[in-house]
């Protein structure tokens, strides 16, 4: 997920037209910052760049989460279905927001398993989250219609998967409100950012409000703004935004490098039969950040990266069925409800039931998957050697298996 990969002149030069006025805040100080107003500008072309209506940026892809579940009307007591397969960011937000996050199995696409969501629906359900995990997407229709089928909001995690779509939409525009993290490690960045977009006017201005104290943004200075409910600081800054410009701007030929070197990975690998690759519900929406394929089984898999260790050459690929981050399996703070300053009853009762539950489909799927992640600078020598080396480490388990068995 690499626009940092390709930084330059272009971010220096963003970046300096802001030093020159020394104004960093995006609001205000309309004389003094002569016209420069990136923030404003990153939006409009957020807007362009992704076709949805309205763009809200925020401090980072979290607060992004945050203030759009807060916008939507997510708080105390509602249920969020989300993945079992996430970044912890997605349930974080949603306990910031006084809600419960409820995690469901996935599917081959590595995200929600649509059966999972029904069968997860409560009367306290609000909202369904699906994470477009690793640049490609969830299955879109299925989960629109349920929603439609049980009004429930749909708030898109696209923050991996910035420059995806599906049927003809780009991923994060597609449901009430859908999010983007621009931090360092993202398609493009803002060293930390985020943006929440929609097309409502409404949850717009709530996001608006939500990310600056509450202020309406309607007075003739920050003073004499109303407050029309209670908000927060999700601000981004002026310096950040302007790096983002930069990238935005970079953004189709980022996609078109991720898209060239991942299908010449891909080709190699394929010289390995037993592998085979993420379910992609739209493969023209894929963003190509990573190559996400499994093995036949688990053992498979940890003799793979076993034999990637042993060659010092495993860096890059993913397996995260025993990563920290992003699994249920390694949660444990989040099951056993280990916070700094208590939670509510609600949250509590809810969070505790996941020491019994069985993700059992999602660790057939995830105990098999490796996501590979496909770098900008690469040359074709380099993806050749890469992929030889994978294919090469690929044949060495599979042999040995079949031996033993
Ligand atoms: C799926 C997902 N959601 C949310 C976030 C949070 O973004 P940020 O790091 O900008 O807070 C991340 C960041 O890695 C992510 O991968």
Redesign the pocket.
Known sequence: MPGFEFWGAEERKEVNDVLETGILMRYGFDGPRKNIWKANELEAAICDTFKCGHAQLLS??????TTALAALGVGAGDEVIMPCF??V??FE?VLSVGAIPVMVDIDETLTLNPEAVRAAITPQTKCVMP???CGSMADMDELLGICKQYNLLLLE?A??SIGGSYKGKMLGTIGHAG?F???F??TITCG???VVMTNSLDIYEKCDGYTDHGHDHKGVDRGADLHPFIGYNFRISELHAAVGLAQIRKLSKILATQKKNNLQLRAILNQVEEVTYRKVPDPAGDNFAFLSWFLPTEELTKAFVAEMKSQNALAGNFYWYINNWHYITKWDHLKNVVTLNGQTPAITAGLKKYANQNFADSDAIMSRCISTAISLSWTEEQIQVKGEQMVAALKKVIAEQWVEV
């Open positions: 980072s892809g979290t607060a992004a989460l996430t970044f960011a997605s937000a994470v477009h995990m995690d923050c991996q999010t993290s621009f931090d490690v993202k930390e950012g985020g």
